[in-house]
């Protein structure tokens, strides 16, 4: 099986972008980075011009997942997928203004996680 896709993994719980790391890895990517704040996710994000990014809202830093995603969209339009705890309407509301993304609420399991991933880029 070839790697042929990049992607990044913004999650502050190592546990989980372990096991994000691994599913994406079931669907032929290669995990560029993870990180744990949005602001290293703006960096790497810019560096490697991923595939897709893997997006935690609640990040270590000052930044949040969906302000991250905000600053990612002036440079980038990579698919961002917002997994996340944070299920309440504010973040549901302000994860919607960003384009070309996806919000799935935890746990997400590699089915769900594949779905997302095969909307968001197509089943090229």
Do not use: C, W
Not at 47 to 62: C, R
């Amino acid at each position: 099986m070839q790697i042929s896709k990049k992607a990044i993994i913004v999650e502050d719980n190592l546990v989980l972008s372990i096991l994000y790391e691994n599913y994406l890895e079931g669907m032929v990517f290669k995990t560029v980075g993870k990180i744990k704040s949005g602001e290293a996710a703006v960096k790497l994000v810019e560096k490697y011009k991923p595939d897709v990014v893997i997006m935690d809202i609640k990040l270590e830093g000052e930044m949040d997942g969906i302000e991250a995603a905000v600053k990612i969209r002036s440079f980038s339009t990579s698919p961002i997928i917002f997994i996340t705890g944070n299920s309440d309407p504010m973040h549901v509301e302000r994860a919607k203004l960003v384009s070309n993304s996806d919000f799935l609420r935890k746990p997400v399991t590699e089915e769900i996680l594949s779905a997302a991933v095969e909307n968001m880029l197509g089943s090229s």
